[in-house]
């Protein structure tokens, strides 16, 4: 039985998403991240199966031509893709599985999850979008320059999504996403598949 529930988590570079899933799941149990497969090479302290299941290109044209994949995409000349299996199986041990993944890849799980939850975190401002992409001092102008254009153009699609999280002040940001969790897991549905021999014997004895 499924309790668990789907997450669809998008982000421009430099809105901080993947350091405020991390502190999420760090203070919230029966949360995880889908381990997605792919083509880039690994970075320094990466292990394969653990942040990443690092597939040849080939490989991975395999896998899409088998329909492994819920959603795929090819960022900045690397493909990135999440299996149907892996997620099935945590969902169906009441975790809550949250994609890390592009507008793009959201729009191809929506059409096939139509029950996923989206959430898209924007930075406070353009201008502190490219102060935090400064700051990172790992890329040289140019890319920066590319990357903050491609950032704006992601935004535009925060529309595409049922939540918006402003990260502006990093423990509010991350208490508003815990909320998101905690709130969809009132719901009617999701407290039926958790608690349904309760309920069952409510309506019995009512």
Known sequence: MQTGSLYIISAPSGAGKTSLISQLIKQNKGIAVAVS?????ARPGE???????FTALNDFKEMIADNHFLEYA??????????NQAIDK???????????????GAQQVRKLRPDAISIFILPPSV????QRLCGRKQDSQEIIKT???QSCDDMCHYDEFD????????????????SIFKCNRMKLDCQKQRHQAFLEDITKNG
Do not use: C
């Open 37 to 41: 497969h792919t083509t880039r090479p």
């Open 47 to 53: 292990e394969d199966g653990k942040h990443y299941h």
């Open 74 to 83: 090819e960022v900045f000349g690397n493909f990135y893709g999440t299996s």
């Open 90 to 104: 945590q969902l169906q041990s009441d975790t809550d599985v949250i994609l890390e993944i592009d507008w793009q």
């Open 127 to 130: 201008e502190a979008l490219e």
């Open 147 to 149: 990357r903050l254009k």
């Open 163 to 178: 939540y918006i999280v402003i990260n502006d002040n990093f423990d509010d940001a991350v208490e508003d996403l815990a």
